[in-house]
Each structure stands twice: as C-alpha cells, then as structure tokens.
C-alpha cells in the first residue's frame, strides 16, 4: 500500500530519485477536456545508442508496456461501434482457438515426464469480449502460477529455437496457447486477455492491430501516427527519439520500463494487444483526453461511458476482491490503495475504475492504469483531468518500491499542481 503524497513536489521527487541514481528522467502530460489546463514536463536526460547523453523532450517516444492495454481496448470497442460484434458475443468464429480452451485444474502426477494435467471444458459461460476487456475470461499470464501454467507451458507448448540459437518469436495464439486457470466469468486475474482482444481486431477488420490504431485512434485525436508503432520499432524518425534504445537495451526491448526485462517483447510475432506499443507521451494524452471529453473521435459517446462503469458481477468480483489482497494486490490496485483514502475499485472496459471519490484526488468513475513498473496513467471525468506520468528507472533496476512511490508522488501532485494553477500560482507548478 502507497504511503500518502508528502508535500513535495513532484519534480522535486524526480529530481532526487535522479541524484540518486534511481531515475533517468521523466516525462509527465497533464490536460483537461478543454485543454484549458495544460501541464507539461520533460526532467532529467536519455542516453542515444551512441552513447551522447540528452535532455529529456516531451516528444521523446515512450514504451507504454500495458499502457498499450487502454489502445487496444479501445481499438476493440470501436469493433463494436462498427457492429462486428458485441460485448456478449459468441467469439468461436472470431478466435477459436481462444474458445476451446480447456480449464486447468491441477497435476494427476506432476512427477511424470510429461506430467498429467486435469483439464476440463469451458462450461456453458463462454468468453466474451466483455470478458476480455474485464480480465474475467479465465486467460491469465502464466507467471502467476509457476507451479500450474508456467510448467504446462513449458512443458507442453515450449519456446522453439532457431537455427541461430535464439528464441523464434511467436504469435499471440502461440505464445498464450496454454489452457485457462478458471472458468469464464467466474473469477479474475490479470493476463494477456488483451492481446486476445488485439487479435480479434485483427481478424475482424483484415489489418494490422498496429494500422488500426495509428488510423482509426492516433489520426482520430489529431495525433501523429508515424510516432506510434509496436516492437520492434522501425520508423527511423521515431527511433531517434526513443528512449528505450541504448547501449543496455540495443534491441529496445523497454528494459527501463519493465524493470530490466524486455523477453517478452523478443518473443513477440505481429501486434501484441497486451504490452507492445511505442508512441509519445503526446499522442497517448490526446486519446486520454478524447475519453475525458468524450468528444466521439474515438467511440460513440454510450460506448465509451462503457469504458467508466465497473463490469465485474458475481464471481468475477470476488476474485478481484481476492486478488486485491493477495501478495501483487497493490500492484493490480495501481495506487487506489492510497492509506489516506478508502477508495474502492472495480473494472471497466479499459482499466480499473474507481467506485467512489476521494476528496482532492480521484473523483469517482477515475479510470486507472499503468505500464511495467514506472509508467502510471489516469482519466477522471468527475473532475475533469487526465494525466500520463513515465519515468525512465536506471539500469540496472534496485529500487523497485522508490520507482512506485515516485510514481504514486505523480497521480497526487497532478491535482495540486492543477489547483495552484486555478489560483494562478505559478510557483508551485
């Protein structure tokens, strides 16, 4: 649980994890529906593959991580829009290969070489583009169950090897090909339900995930769509300003974000829903502020009020709850677990959401998610504010919970630096 905001500044923050050694630098974008508050920031340097160290731009290309999520998601919900499909459909025709997974439920004798693994089919619930977008659908990433999933994967559905030694790539049905750990709908976790999303836009609209969202969601809002692109980044414009390409991360795997990790994105083959994209701090808040708005540039003005209400019933409400209180329950509650506030969450079609409203910080109905360990967003109508906040850790990553509180110092002290504007004081900005 984040330890409630100190008085200090957010660059103040920044500032110090950067004299210490913890952060790079760090871009942080802030509007209202209006753009009649703006805040902008760009503190600390990044390093070029050669080695020349510069300042921070707030045009410099960010890896969003699972901030790529919030893109996807809406890429998924214009499908609806443009009836594809609906959030209750039957996918079989769409994904089959995501409809007849079974469920895992244990070893018979996972001494065996193979082991024997208990699965059962889906019951009569069936995954639902709901239940994707809600991380309901049973799919969860594998590492949450290293002892179940993780060793079936492995076992079952290995990483093959190429002929140059390294590991081939794969798509988003390959690489999540393993079963389900619980029946649709009736629990939670979180997981690559996503890049499962991603890939139904794929199927249904006959283009890249990658062309959808530069065309249908960057162009929409006005943004740049040369400056948005999933791993590995190509464009040579937007690789000259990417922060993630640098002599300990050659490959722009998004090491800085991920905490030093970066695998998952050289396994990837196409358009990973879940994790994948490249774009600016710029392009990202422009479609934060076309949902703040809900100006219908992006989705029907019904649709993306979807977007803000909490979806999970049920099972699917207890597991959250469970999942919550579990050992990465603070992780999942993206800083709403702020001890000076008592906020409730739930899930929305792009985010968790917020369940009632804390005085002189997130009002209710605040969408909330974030990307690896150190990039934080957040889109709250009741009070008319979005924000993307991404610091850039330093290599190698040793201060995980400092990263975390930095970033917790950013989704508070947005909302005092708005306030001082209103008062018109600039010395506290």
């Not at 984040?2 to 004299?19: D, F, K, L």
């Not at 769509?225 to 390409?245: G, Q, S, V, W």
Request: proline letters at 6%; one cysteine or more; hydrophobic letters at 40%.
């Amino acid at each position: 649980m984040p330890p409630p905001n100190g008085a200090g500044s957010i660059t103040a923050e920044v500032q110090a994890a950067i004299a210490k050694g913890i952060l790079n630098g760090a871009i942080i974008l802030a509007t209202d529906s209006t753009s009649t508050f703006t805040y902008s920031s760009a503190l600390g340097s990044r390093t070029l593959l050669s080695g020349e160290v510069v300042p921070q731009s707030v045009d410099d290309v960010l890896y969003l991580a699972s901030a790529t999520k919030l893109l996807a998601s809406i890429a998924a919900l214009q499908c609806v829009d443009d009836g594809l499909l609906t959030l209750t459909s039957d996918l079989s025709s769409i994904v089959p290969e995501l409809t007849s997974k079974k469920v895992f439920k244990g070893w018979s004798d996972a001494k065996s070489d193979p082991p024997i693994a208990i699965l059962e089919d889906q019951n009569s619930q069936p995954i639902t583009l709901q239940s994707l977008l809600t991380h309901s659908s049973g799919v969860m990433y594998d590492f949450f169950d290293p002892a179940g999933l993780a060793k079936w994967n492995a076992k079952f559905n290995p990483i093959e090897i190429g002929p140059d030694g390294k590991p081939k790539p794969r798509p988003v049905e390959k690489a999540f090909a393993y079963p389900l750990a619980f029946q649709p709908h009736t629990s939670w976790m979180y997981g690559p339900s996503i890049d499962w999303a991603g890939l139904i836009v794929e199927r249904l609209t006959g283009r890249s995930l990658g062309d959808h969202i530069r065309e249908r969601i960057i162009k929409a809002v006005g943004g740049n769509p040369a400056d948005a692109e999933f791993y590995p980044p190509k464009n040579e414009d937007l690789r000259k300003r990417l922060i993630d390409l640098h002599p300990e991360d050659p490959l722009a795997t998004g090491k800085q974000v991920l905490a030093g990790g970066g695998n998952m994105n050289l396994l990837a083959k196409g358009d990973f829903g879940g994790h994948g994209m490249f774009t600016t701090g710029e392009n990202f808040l422009k479609v934060m502020k076309s949902l703040l708005a809900n100006d219908g540039k992006l989705l029907k003005p019904e649709t993306a009020d979807l977007m803000f209400e909490d979806h999970l019933t049920g099972g699917a409400k207890q597991g959250h709850e469970a999942a919550l209180k579990g050992p990465v329950g603070s992780f999942f509650a993206v800083g709403t677990d702020d001890a000076e506030f008592d906020i409730k969450i739930g899930h929305g079609l792009g985010g968790v959401v917020t369940l009632n409203s804390a005085e002189g910080w997130y009002g209710k109905g605040t969408m909330t998610w974030g990307g690896g360990q150190s990039l934080a967003w957040f889109i709250d109508r009741e009070n008319d504010l979005c924000a993307i906040g991404a610091l850039q850790a330093k290599l190698p990553v040793t201060e995980t919970q400092k990263i975390a509180d930095v970033k917790h110092g950013f989704r508070r002290d947005v909302y005092r630096i708005r306030e001082a504007w209103k008062k018109g004081d600039s010395s506290s900005l």
